[in-house]
């Protein structure tokens, strides 16, 4: 027999301003012990040094998560002109240098390459699979790792500050998958100078902003207490890219048991779309909206 999990049925997101010097695995599992939740996972990692939102979401939130990482998002991040990593960030050793500095005119001109669709070959030392085996761990290893690119969209990469002559700030606004630290790194090798990543940012992700997240030490003055749940956001937040459709008791209980339901068409809605059918302002079902029905392809569970 299986081991029944423990914890409780809670449902919704998190938002937590992420520090420094912790993984996103640990910041979820500090979050699931202090609301003694059942079920959580988190809308995008970000690496141990970086900060800012991190999404946790909780229960049936957790269906919506690829609503969250396939939205937009936005990082702030300084690089260190004149010197290139083999991790593409401040952890990892220097492996190349130069006493080149562009002018900010220059960075603004080479920026333009890196906005709209590109094509991006992730850092050595990332999560990516190869054969199976995360890059990073291949990389540590001593093995000469080969990384194929990947299609990016950039929508837009901005010059925000130039403190002095080795350092300059970025903003990126992008889509799924985009690794800042390939950013960096890229336009050091554009610019002729080198460089990585020496601080980095996520400020937004969907429609979660990291001024809203809660400290870790917010959490943890706050854990297992009441003032914790107060901060929980619904569920349905994370369905904000996908159209609403009400429906009917009837047409909500056919969802629930994953069988099409009737439900009522809105401003926008075709045949074929991707959509989330709610009772009463509550999410349902996310499915595909045929000829006034939406066929259930994620049913959303409530507890009493």
């Known amino acids: 027999m299986a081991r029944k999990r423990k914890g409780r049925d809670i449902s919704g997101w998190l938002v937590v301003d992420k520090p420094a010097g912790i993984t996103s695995t640990a910041v979820v599992n500090k979050v699931k012990w202090a609301l003694d939740a059942k079920k959580a996972g ?3 990692t970000l690496d141990p040094e970086a900060t800012g939102v991190l999404a946790v979401a909780l229960g049936e939130a957790t269906k919506t998560v690829p609503y969250i990482t396939d ?11 004149g010197q290139a990593t ?13 006493d080149l ?14 906005i709209g669709d590109i094509q991006q070959v992730p850092p050595k030392f990332s999560a990516v699979k190869i054969d199976g085996q995360r890059a990073y ?18 929508e837009e990469l901005l010059l925000i500050d130039r403190p002095d002559a080795d350092h ?3 903003e990126m606004t992008c889509g799924k998958g985009g690794y800042v630290r390939s950013i960096a790194r890229d336009l050091g090798e554009a610019l002729g100078c080198y460089g990585h990543v020496l601080k980095l940012r996520r400020i937004w992700s969907g429609p979660f902003e990291a001024t809203n997240g809660l400290s870790m030490d917010q959490i943890k003055e706050l854990e297992r207490t009441p003032a914790l749940d107060d901060h929980i956001q ?25 069988n099409p339901g009737m439900v009522f068409a809105a401003d926008g809605v075709e045949y074929g779309d991707e959509a989330w059918a709610s009772l009463n302002g509550e999410a349902v079902a996310v499915g595909v909206y045929k000829a006034g029905e939406l066929h259930p392809s994620r049913v959303f569970v409530r507890t009493a």
Do not use: Q
Request: proline content about 2%; charged content about 35%.
């Open 42 to 44: 988190h809308a995008g």
């Open 71 to 81: 939205a937009l998002k936005a990082y702030r991040f300084t690089v260190r002109l």
């Open 86 to 98: 083999n991790t593409d960030d401040a952890e990892g050793e220097v492996i190349h240098s130069s």
């Open 101 to 114: 500095r562009p002018e900010d005119a220059d960075i603004t001109d080479a920026l333009s390459a890196f």
């Open 137 to 154: 761990k291949l990389a540590r290893d001593g093995e000469d790792v080969e990384l194929s690119a990947r299609a990016l969209w950039v």
């Open 168 to 170: 300059v700030e970025l």
């Open 234 to 258: 619904p569920l349905e937040i994370g369905l904000d890219d996908l159209t609403e459709l009400r429906c009917t008791e009837e047409g909500a209980a056919k969802l629930r048991n994953g």
